[in-house]
């Protein structure tokens, strides 16, 4: 994830000026959409280096309010809240105004890095601006001529030295790189998953697991997948237990389900191809989603299927009918107790879980964007059209997307509904949960 930098302030003093100089030409460019303004933009930029995110909150003050103030508040607040850094211009030739002042002490309490930027300093005209700027409590404020280039380097070199370390973002990904990846096997009693989990360990090579004899509590075990990478099948105890009571059963399915799901990345949300999809798959399938895992189908017992086609569709069809976010998830045909098909199924497991790491870049996202508002405008809310201005991706694992625009927030489903939709097929997200928020900016 990139970090964020935000420029606000007041109205001309330079922010989008400053935001072109910052982001040269990379600029993601806006179409005059209907429900998009003009003047909505983000970018990625390189400065010294590091690769941000670029936010310009010019013209986002158009919002309610009354006062400038409030107008810069509302128009800046869901930005700001984003943020890694944000730039607060001020027009040091105008000098520091009241509108100034109490925008920076509403900046202050946000908790948010905040880099003092005197703009229009050219020719060095507007020193006694800048000095009157340090009574903001915004630190050493900054001097630039974003019009005419000046001081641009130096600030480039004072937001990289905001930013935070780049270090630890690198290292956390190789830490990511380098730790199993983890799935858990689901499903109702008798779909076959101790069959499952016992065909994997008997074909993959374990790297850690349990002693023969002490399976019975063994909780997780690691292994090899074919790439030589490793795969921890967690929460195994519940499935090598054979379950003494009947009645034991109905509630272990559900209720281990959910023990198992929020340890995993990835959950093999293993079908009986025999009997068809019940009510209890869909209740777990409903539980993978609600915990924003990555989910692969294993459709179990293929070998005892007489009608392959039809089996696959009816199940595949109450599925995607039950669960919007179900939509092209990974199917792999199976038979755990023959061993056909498995040798597939961690691959599957693997491209699911990159699907579920995907960050989309910006400038991607912003481009879908553009084309998903011009498609099908947003609608009318209440005799007014919702204005949606940008979209950025909040996160990964699951996919996690933001929508900020006036009265956002009171997007109907089915629109946002459109959007996921549109994010899954355009970014390639099948069989992943998508979370889409959408956020006023007043
Ligand atoms: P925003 O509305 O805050 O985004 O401000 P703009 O970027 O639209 O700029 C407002 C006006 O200030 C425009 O006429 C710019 O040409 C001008 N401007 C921007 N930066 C500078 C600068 O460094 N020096 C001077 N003299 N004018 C500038
Ligand atoms: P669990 O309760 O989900 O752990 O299910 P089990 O692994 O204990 O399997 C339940 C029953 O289904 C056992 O009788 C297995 O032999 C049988 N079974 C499991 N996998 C398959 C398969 O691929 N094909 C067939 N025909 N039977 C299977």
């Given at each position: ?256 389900a959910i023990h198992a799901l929020k340890m995993a990345e990835v959950v093999v949300l293993t079908l009986d191809a025999v009997q068809g999809i019940q009510d209890q798959d869909l ?160």
């Amino acid at each position: 994830m990139l970090p964020v930098v935000v420029i606000a302030g007041r109205p001309n003093v330079g922010k989008s000026t400053l935001f072109n100089r910052l982001a040269g030409r990379r600029i993601a460019l806006v179409a005059d959409t209907p429900g998009v303004t003009r003047d909505r933009k983000q970018a990625e930029a390189k400065l010294r280096g590091r690769d941000v995110t670029l936010i310009d909150t010019a013209g986002l003050e158009e919002a309610a309010p009354e006062t400038l103030a409030g107008r810069m508040r509302a128009g800046s607040a869901s930005a700001v809240e984003q943020a890694d850094l944000v730039l607060f211009v001020i027009d040091a030739r105008a000098g520091v105004t009241p509108a100034d002042a109490h925008f920076a002490q509403w900046l202050r309490r946000q908790g948010k890095p905040v880099l003092l930027v005197a703009n229009k300093a050219e020719g060095r005209v507007a020193n006694s601006a800048i000095l009157d700027s340090y009574a903001l409590g915004l630190g050493d404020p900054v001097g630039v001529s974003a019009e005419h280039g000046e001081g641009v380097a130096d600030l480039m070199a004072e937001i990289a030295d905001r930013l935070p370390p780049e270090e630890e973002a690198a290292e956390a990904d190789d830490e990511e790189a380098d730790r199993p990846l983890k799935m858990a096997i689901v499903g109702r009693p008798n779909a076959g998953k101790s069959t499952l989990l016992n065909r994997l360990l008997g074909e993959e090579r374990m790297i850690t697991g349990p002693e023969p004899g002490l399976t019975r509590d063994a909780v997780s075990v690691t292994l090899t997948d074919a790439q030589g990478r490793a795969v921890e099948i967690v929460d195994t105890a519940g499935l090598r237990r054979r379950a003494r009571v009947e009645e034991a059963l109905e509630k272990m399915s559900v209720g281990s389900a959910i023990h198992a799901l929020k340890m995993a990345e990835v959950v093999v949300l293993t079908l009986d191809a025999v009997q068809g999809i019940q009510d209890q798959d869909l209740q777990i399938a409903r539980l993978v989603e609600r915990e924003g895992r990555a989910c692969v189908v294993a459709l179990n017992k293929w070998d005892a299927v007489a009608d392959r086609n039809a089996t696959r569709k009816a199940i595949m069809e109450r599925l995607e009918d039950s669960l919007a976010q179900m939509k092209g998830i990974p199917v792999v045909t199976l038979s755990a107790l023959t061993g056909a098909g498995v040798d597939r199924l961690l691959p599957a497991v693997r491209a699911a879980h990159e699907v579920w790491n995907t960050r989309v870049p910006t400038g991607e996202l912003n481009r879908w964007f553009e084309h998903a508002l011009e498609a099908h405008q947003p609608p009318l809310v209440n005799g007014r059209r919702l204005k949606l201005r940008y979209v950025t991706q909040a996160k990964a694992r699951p996919p996690t997307f933001v929508v900020f625009g006036t009265r956002a927030e009171q997007t109907p489903e089915d629109y946002t509904r459109y959007l996921v939709n549109g994010l899954r097929g355009t970014f390639k997200l099948p069989g992943t949960p998508i979370r889409l928020q959408l956020r006023g900016t007043k």
